[in-house]
């Protein structure tokens, strides 16, 4: 069985940058109708039902056809959402450091350069999807997925991801992605993704 993991905070710590409402419905009604979605669709298979949700998305092959499909859509929402939680918080513009800072450096040229890439392939993104800081082979790189659809299919971890599906910032910010892309970068919490890096390195991603 999956669970809806509860927040690490209260429910309005984004704010203003992302509102209580908007917390509220995404965690609870839209990550809670992938998590029963999941469980559903997978009841009566309990090898699938039974195993971490990243082992499932990296081997969606083994997963009967006829239901895959709703297994890579809830599937995936119900790791991406998981991730994305994690990687929010209520320290308002943290920042990474360490050896994670000098791999950004070394890869993008600055943090304010990995963040205009995200946002721009955030913006780039026609329709539903997210924009992923993922590891693969040692290296980092920036991704963007449609749908619900995970790095982990493409056999990448995702470190740090951000949710461009309209669902994540309608409310506040109505149309304009640009400007709900702009502010999440204030409620990053860099300590977490940090950790999300070291753990891919040493998973070998
Ligand atoms: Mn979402």
Redesign the pocket.
């Given at each position: 069985m999956f669970t809806l993991p509860e927040l690490s905070y209260v429910v309005g710590a984004l704010e203003p940058y992302i509102d209580t409402r908007t917390m509220q419905i995404?965690h609870d009604k839209?990550?809670g109708a992938y998590v029963a979605n999941l469980n559903d669709v997978l009841k009566d298979l309990p090898q699938l039902l039974n195993q971490p949700i990243e082992d499932l998305l990296r081997n969606l092959a083994k997963v009967p056809e006829m239901i895959r499909t709703k297994v890579r859509n809830n599937g995936g929402?119900h790791a991406?959402?998981s991730l994305?939680w994690k990687i929010l918080g209520p320290q308002k513009d943290s920042e990474p450091a360490g050896a994670f800072v000098v791999a950004i450096n070394n890869t993008f040229g600055s943090l304010v350069n990995l963040q205009e890439k995200m946002t721009a392939a955030g913006m780039g993104r026609f329709g539903s999807g997210w924009v992923w800081l993922v590891v693969c082979g040692g290296r980092l790189e920036i991704m963007d997925t449609s749908n619900?659809d995970s790095p982990l299919m493409e056999h990448k971890i995702p470190i740090l991801g951000i949710?461009v599906?309209e669902?994540?910032y309608y409310l506040k910010y109505q149309n304009l992605r640009v400007e709900y892309l702009k502010a999440i970068w204030h409620v990053i919490n860099w300590v977490e993704v940090e950790k999300n890096y070291h753990e891919a390195l040493k998973a070998r991603g």
């Amino acid at each position: 069985m999956f669970t809806l993991p509860e927040l690490s905070y209260v429910v309005g710590a984004l704010e203003p940058y992302i509102d209580t409402r908007t917390m509220q419905i995404h965690h609870d009604k839209h990550h809670g109708a992938y998590v029963a979605n999941l469980n559903d669709v997978l009841k009566d298979l309990p090898q699938l039902l039974n195993q971490p949700i990243e082992d499932l998305l990296r081997n969606l092959a083994k997963v009967p056809e006829m239901i895959r499909t709703k297994v890579r859509n809830n599937g995936g929402g119900h790791a991406n959402h998981s991730l994305f939680w994690k990687i929010l918080g209520p320290q308002k513009d943290s920042e990474p450091a360490g050896a994670f800072v000098v791999a950004i450096n070394n890869t993008f040229g600055s943090l304010v350069n990995l963040q205009e890439k995200m946002t721009a392939a955030g913006m780039g993104r026609f329709g539903s999807g997210w924009v992923w800081l993922v590891v693969c082979g040692g290296r980092l790189e920036i991704m963007d997925t449609s749908n619900q659809d995970s790095p982990l299919m493409e056999h990448k971890i995702p470190i740090l991801g951000i949710d461009v599906w309209e669902h994540a910032y309608y409310l506040k910010y109505q149309n304009l992605r640009v400007e709900y892309l702009k502010a999440i970068w204030h409620v990053i919490n860099w300590v977490e993704v940090e950790k999300n890096y070291h753990e891919a390195l040493k998973a070998r991603g």
